[in-house]
């Protein structure tokens, strides 16, 4: 059972940045693709970035191509997001996701463990 725990959220500007971060334990974290997902108030989760588990592929969302950016650091069992040049449309709840998969997924069904999210606001 893998645990995931996320921080970093918080107000920010529009133009801003932030980092999130999403620490994982209870499991070997260096097997599991690590995804990052959103949910804005009355929409669908969507998929916002994707990592192997070994760093060499990522995939991300046409809306967030260019100003985010995925990365791990598997001896510290941690998963980052660099949002950069952040938009009032990139405010949601943001959740880091864990799955068995060894490709890339951009569906949430892929993913087998979540963590609760924590929240973005973007400020116009």
């Known amino acids: 059972q893998v645990q995931l725990v996320e921080s970093g959220g918080g107000l920010v500007q529009a133009g801003g940045s932030l980092r999130l971060s999403c620490a994982a334990s209870g499991g070997t974290f260096s097997m599991y693709t690590m995804g990052w997902f959103r949910q804005a108030p009355g929409k669908e989760r969507e998929f916002v970035a994707g990592?192997?588990?070994?760093?060499?592929?990522?995939y991300y969302a046409d809306s967030v191509k260019g100003r985010f950016t995925i990365s791990r650091d598997n001896a510290k069992n941690t998963v980052y997001l660099q949002m950069n040049s952040l938009k009032p449309e990139d405010t949601a709840v943001y959740c880091c996701?864990?799955?068995?998969?060894?490709?890339?997924?951009?569906?949430?069904?892929?993913?087998?463990?979540w963590g609760q999210g924590t929240q973005v606001t973007v400020s116009s």
């Open positions: 990592i192997s588990w070994n760093g060499a592929s990522t």
């Open positions: 996701a864990a799955g068995r998969a060894v490709q890339v997924l951009t569906t949430a069904s892929a993913y087998n463990y």
